[in-house]
């Protein structure tokens, strides 16, 4: 594991954000609207950030004050993006390497997901595809009695029936 920023960030409680690449626009208001809630927070947001729908919850919480944890599966950025450079200077921000590969693979995405959640006191899903390991995860976090937040049941329930 290599990292850059404030490591401090791993010691407070967490909230996570994981939501599925395949969504349905449906998904889409709930994230952002779960993004304005938490952006002046005070605890870390921790994601991949991977997905679409995770970056736009990104940009929004970047916008607020709440300190922010990136995983990335895949090796630490040659050139800190822009957007990120303010947040490092204010000490709110915190990304975490646990890959030396220099792209995402379909393991070091879940590699990321299930760190995410081990560090997790509260897990929030903004959407489950049905087949993704997502849902495997969201079934684990309950037995460990995790936080459960789904901010799509309905969507899920739908695709559970098709």
Known sequence: MTYLGNIS???????????????CCSVILPCLDWATEHRKGSSPVISTFHSILEQSVLDLLISGTCPIIIVLGRSLYKNLPTKLQPLIEQNRLLIISLSNSNRISR????????????????????????????????????????????????????DKQE
């Open 107 to 158: 393991d070091s995405a879940a590699k990321c997901n299930n760190f995410i959640c081990e560090q997790s006191s509260e897990i929030t899903f903004g959407y489950i595809s049905p087949k993704s390991h997502l849902n495997s995860l969201y079934n684990s976090s309950l037995l460990k009695e995790k936080k459960i937040h789904l901010l799509s049941e309905q969507v899920l329930a739908t």
């Open 9 to 23: 960030l791993l010691d407070q409680p967490k909230h996570a954000f994981l939501c599925s690449r395949c969504t």
